[in-house]
């Protein structure tokens, strides 16, 4: 229980409970009334003609649940929506990976998923379609090495689970000069962008859906097989210090278990800059309040 | 020695069909897929569940198209009232080995081949029943890493001392030398998979034990259901819409 | 770690599905019915306290052994009792050598539970000094060959193992009572443990979910079974022990069903044990009385020691070969003394493989020799003797090595024995006469 989680790292003296059990209580009030959640063995109420998917299995008829969940209809499809699992993959899926491995001709990223993602070096295309040659598979390691942070798509997906990415266009590829964050996948939803540019801050921001969050300084997408010669640019210390800002915020929201889109880590941001708020208070009892209060309101308005 | 008095009573003041308190949390140790503590009275242990992950150690793999389970049960050296010697003893092989297969009888492994799930266990706290609470702490963190199980495993053990059947022993009352009978089953299935059983007892005697402690499993089994809705529901609002 | 994955023997999937539809219709492989038990073969050794038990094709050794240590501090009155199971490779290429796998420890705690925890041998009576001084029993669990179902042979091997042991006999005494003085078996008689009753294991193998039981499974459908069950019961119908590690669920209703099968069968099981260790007695007792007066400190058979009388003779091996022929003659004059001596020459073997029957292939002259001689041999118990003995065994075992050098080998221990110094002429003599006869 992520209650709990915040009380061993986070003591909250009394005013701060109630204030937080308060908003948790308003919060749980908002939320959709129809209880669908449902837990291991439980049995769910099947309609005839409907397909089972994930999390289903049939018992002397009576259909089951296999994992604790959410039971969600899609036309015919009945299936449980896991809250948290590993990241389950699907294809065009923008993922952020670590690379655990540097093989012959791939790379093996680790994605909080059941299989490691493979990134091949043919699949790193450019616009400029050039064959691989031995040359590049020697100067493999000048390009990405062990412990780098990578962004990709999912490619296809094995039937034996082999998971294989790609990174074809510029915007994919080697992350640097940021931080890279774990969250649940659970808390990022599919949408259509995942790349955000803050343009204000000059900061990049991708949310992949596996759950593994990029925040760094706005770089200008460009092709990753040439080799940058040039001198490491310095990053200022307000580009730095608002990364750090943004990324506390995803914490803070992470831990609270809410969910990641843009809108509400600007939210956030703006929030403990309005609160005069110091970077490493954010991370404190007194923001995690703060934050919950102001999610409560921002879905009342929502709704 | 008495263990229990003419009135019925035991050393720590229950019934003979009473079991110790349980309290159970889940979602304790923030970097595992899937953690619980699980406290039976004095008895505290705590699970953590890595997986389903790549699989690390290619020759473990004996069934392809199955998971891999591995499972490590082991004493905190302050677990007990003089501190241990050794962390891994034969018993903690045993009983890892048991946990384990206990486990895979209620993981669906065909769902996911090539992977590996492991299995932490720590016993913090040993007052007897601590492979019970293991196995609950375990079906708490699988459930919880939203791993695909065919049912809660849950367990209880039950005793025989002063001619009377004992639910739920602890330390005293297991080392008073009479028989110990620890019991897991499947509750909706309906299905006995761990028994376990040393020290002599006839047969009517064991069925009666036998008896009592899967009453007990079913009264664990219900507090552990209600702990992983209240998870869920809880996760499920903050998540919104 | 790949070598050990490259020999795990692995089951084909025809095979499983062969087993597992044979026995929807109640049909086993090896053709027994579902709760029949293969052929039980218990044997016993030389020394006090080592059996071997052969179970279908799984070959169980037990020995037992004591020693005298310092009790633990929370039970000073009891002796104590621990078993030590051996998963040698040679029975299977999946076992590993040096530090126990998981079976090992999980049939050492079968059987632990079984014996000790149902307080089947008593410990109190192990003790010699309260506090101080008491009996630690050891017993040690060899496995030779892996046939499936180690656990219930394991069980029966270290029951007979106990049941045969017999310890040195000790007094307290000394100034302040506090001296122990250990009696050694020519003085006094080594006693045996006290047993209360015999636990004995009932494995069951579940298939088909755990709808067919089946007891006493084999090598082939303990790697089709879905799930195992291990009860351990004795003859009063208690219940010693239950082990069912996990896997496949079954019904409450399978469960006692299995007991009631394992109860049903315990006092047959029993019956095979006690009358087995009651004839190795008595064939033991019956030693002690041919004893030779002149021989006072060895057990030896009858004619055997005539045979011995007549080397301490006669120095010249030819001599002694002409008196082994004698007596094989003799001893093949009289066939029921042969028959009634089978089981003492048996045990009388050290280091011999226990299958090989000196009497089972047509006999031949020169093998019986072979036995004769190195009974001779065994007067006193020195190790080295008993090292040589098992490497002639084995080497006529092989086959390959030619009878006579074996027994030139054995007359070399002889003259070795007999003057104490040797030359390398004395090696060399005998085996050259030896080809001059044949």
Known sequence: MVMRKLQLELPLNQTQKVRFKRAMERLQFLSSTTNNSVIVADSIHEDAFLLKGHGTSEVDGELMATVCGVVTHVDKLVYIRTLRARYKPEVK?????????????????????????ILKLSSMDNDVQRRKTYVDELNMRNIIVEDDVVCAEVGCIHRDGGLELRATSYKYGKLEKGQHLMVDPYLVKRSNIHFHYIESLGIDLIIGRNGFIWVGEHVQAQDHMILDDEMIKHTSLETRQSILRIGNAIRVLSNLGFTMTLEVIMETFNLSNAENIDVYDMLGSEFHVLVAENELERRIRRA | MEYVNPEGLRLDGRRFNEMRQIVAEVGVVSKADGSAVFEMGNTKVIAAVYGPREIQNKSQQKKNDHAVVLCEYSMAQFSTGDRRRQKFDRRSTE??????????????????????IDIFLQVLQADGGTRSACINAATLALADAGIPMRDLAVSCSAGYLNSTPLLDLNYVEDSAGGADVTVGILPKLDKVTLLQMDAKLPMETFETVFALASEGCKAIAERIREVLQENTKQLEYRRAA | ?????????????????????????????????????????????????????????????????????????????????????????????????????????????????????????????????????????????????????????????????????????CTVGGENGQEVIIHPPEEREPLPLIIHHLPIAFTFGFFNKGNIVVMDPTYVEE???????????????????????????????VILHCLRLASSRAAATTKIIREEVEAYNRERSLQKVKRHPTLAKSEVSGPTVAVKEEYRKSSDQEKAAEISREHVERLKLSPEELRSSKEQEATNFKGGPSNWDPYSEAMDVDSLKVSLASEGDSITKSSSKKKTNGSGNAQKDGGEISVEEVTGDLGKKDTKHKDGEMTLKDAVKPKKKRKNKT
């Open chain 1, 93 to 117: 899926d923008i993922v952020v990976g670590r690379v655990i491995e540097v093989s012959k001709s791939c790379w093996r990223l680790e994605l909080n998923s059941t299989k490691d993602g």
């Open chain 2, 95 to 116: 009983l890892s080995l048991v946990i384990r297969q206990t486990m895979e009888a209620c993981i669906l492994t065909e769902l996911m081949p090539h992977s590996q």
């Open chain 3, 1 to 169: 770690m790949e070598g050990r994955l490259a020999n795990m023997w692995r089951l084909t999937v025809n095979e499983s599905k062969f087993v597992e539809t044979a026995l929807q219709s109640e049909l086993r492989v090896d053709g027994r019915g579902l709760y029949d038990y293969r052929k039980l073969t218990i044997k016993f050794g030389k020394e006090y306290g080592s059996s071997e038990v052969q179970l279908g094709q799984t070959h169980v050794m037990g020995f037992v052994t004591a020693q005298m240590v310092q009790p633990y501090k929370d039970r000073p009155n009891e002796g104590s009792l621990s078993i030590f199971t051996e998963f040698s490779p040679m029975a299977d290429p999946s076992f590993e050598p040096g530090r126990p796998g998981e079976s090992a420890v999980e049939l050492g705690r079968i059987i632990d539970r079984g014996l000790r925890e149902s307080r089947a041998v008593d410990t109190e009576s192990l003790c010699i000094l309260a506090g101080k001084m008491v009996w630690s029993v050891r017993i040690d669990l060899h496995i030779l060959d892996n046939g499936g179902n180690l656990v219930d042979a394991a069980n029966i091997a270290a029951l007979a193992a106990l049941m045969t042991f017999r310890r040195p006999d």
């Open chain 3, 223 to 253: 790697a089709v079974m879905c799930g195992r069950m291990t009860v351990t019961v004795n003859a009063n119908g208690d219940i010693c022990a239950i082990q069912k590690p996990g896997e496949e669920g079954v019904n409450q209703s």
